[in-house]
């Protein structure tokens, strides 16, 4: 409706300028949108304060010619106004407005979508929370907007990709073993030293717990049993992370480990040919 329009109105520009009731000059950018009342028409275009200083004219002058001469066959248009100071609002006949409810009826879930994107694949990465620790609130406005976004993209005809970074390399995976270790060892003595830098959420020792009991950490030395938890702690935080964002029907084609990245050797060859 909106682009129907915009054809109609720079056509009728491009006609009064045609008749020397407007300088020559190039159509500049405008907007057509929605007023904020209904006595505004159902649309209204900024177009002729647009084009005052290049017309050097006033822009009620301009909205009064563009109001004029409007091209009003085809039954597009029931209702044309200039108004200050310098829109020209638009009703659009009801006629038109029963083809658009047609359509959107005949269409059904399709309506509205497109093919635009051509099937262009599109990566969208998105939420990647550390998996150090549940999702929280922040996380959630992530998943929605990505999410949002991706299903926009598919309406339109792109080929989207979802993928979920996972960020399971570096300093605060060994923090997580750490953190973790730290409270099984605090169940049996309390003044076993926290790491420093450590997690501190009451989910730590739940996990210390879990962990506990599928694995004999106290037969271990302390730094493979540091790694276990830090290799199992993640895996579990992972899952629970799955299980949430699967709960808020937010759905991923991929999930990528950094440590898949780094062990690939593509970063260093990328950074070898900057």
Known sequence: MIRRLDDILESTVRSCMGEGLLKEMPVPDH???TPNRADHGHFATNLPLA?????????????????????????????VEAAPPGFVNFWISPEQWHGVLSDIVAQGKDYGGSERGNGKKVLVEFVSANPTGPLHLGHGRGAAVGDTLCRILSFCGFDVIREFYINDAGRQIQLLGESV????????NPEYEFPEQGYRGDYIADLAESLSEETALDTLPERDAVETCARMGKEKMLAEIKSDLGRFRVDFDVWYPESELFASGALDKTLADA
């Open 181 to 188: 270790y730290a409270r099984f060892m605090q169940a049996a």
């Open 31 to 33: 907007v057509i949108e």
């Open 51 to 79: 084009m005052a200083k290049g017309q050097r004219r006033a822009p009620m002058e301009i909205a009064n010619i563009i109001a004029e001469h409007i091209d009003r066959s085809g039954n597009f248009l029931s209702r």
